[in-house]
């Protein structure tokens, strides 16, 4: 159990266009659903924490009104890359928590986003 | 805040040495810290959990211990395998359930 999905899994768009990934727990209904950025060899950074039915909470230095959280239900969460930039190219991972006694997170296989 | 660290960077090993991954944190009040498998270009696999009141955790061939008074944390790997190349992230779980990874160990295990 605990399996999380993620739609697409690579994309390509052009300069100004958006984005959207979805997030998706198959077979449990996720309490909270985090967002996550990869940079090449890097570390993942949080970007924002999402609750269903809530607005999301975006980490410092995170550009809301860039990067778009949807929770619209325990079981899928989106995020949408408003017109896109070559510097928003990155590996884009989602994870979702279904416990809040033990926090544990389920990630998804991750998104490669690539902006021309 | 809370800062992982990992060392070292990256390890390269025979076929059947053990394997031993360090992980350290700044802040003691950690809710729990997670060890993760990553492989290239894909996502995370969960590998072990070690609650704050747990000293460690065991899966297989892999054991993972904490150290909540040092700030630190120690993946084992015994008689490594080809198979266990892929990169190593700690994260250490807060308060609010967010999760502060480290850079990460990449591992190779050469046969």
């Known amino acids: 159990g605990a399996v999380v999905s993620q739609h697409p899994s690579r994309v390509i768009c052009k300069s100004g266009t958006s984005v959207k990934i979805e997030c998706r727990s198959l077979?449990?209904?996720?309490?909270?659903m985090f967002w996550y950025r990869q940079f090449p060899k890097k570390s993942l950074m949080l970007m924002a924490t999402?609750?269903?039915?809530?607005?999301?909470?975006?980490e410092q230095g995170v550009e809301k009104d860039k990067f778009l959280i949807n929770h619209a239900s325990l079981t899928l969460s989106t995020l949408t890359v408003t017109s896109a930039h070559p510097e928003d190219s990155s590996f884009y991972i989602c994870?979702?928590?279904?416990?809040?006694?033990?926090?544990?997170?389920?990630f998804g296989p991750g998104t490669r986003l690539t902006v021309t | 805040k809370q800062e992982v660290t990992q060392i070292p960077a990256a390890l390269s090993v025979p076929e059947g040495e053990n394997l031993v991954l360090n992980c350290s944190f700044t802040?003691?009040?950690?809710?729990?810290l997670q060890w993760f498998r990553q492989d290239p270009g894909k996502g995370l696999t969960s590998l072990l959990l070690?609650?704050?009141?747990?000293r460690e955790q065991t899966s297989g061939r892999l054991n993972a211990s904490l150290d909540k008074s040092s700030g630190r944390s120690t993946l084992y790997i015994a008689a490594s395998q080809p198979g266990d190349s892929a990169t190593y992230l700690c994260?250490?779980?807060?308060?609010?359930?967010?999760?502060?990874f480290g850079a990460g160990t990449q591992v190779v295990v050469t046969p």
């Open positions: 999402s609750n269903e039915g809530s607005k999301a909470t975006y």
């Open positions: 994870s979702a928590a279904r416990d809040t006694n033990s926090y544990e997170q389920y």
């Open positions: 994260a250490g779980t807060d308060s609010w359930g967010k999760l502060q």
């Open positions: 077979d449990f209904q996720a309490t909270t």
């Open positions: 802040d003691s009040a950690i809710y729990n």
């Open positions: 070690i609650q704050s009141s747990q």
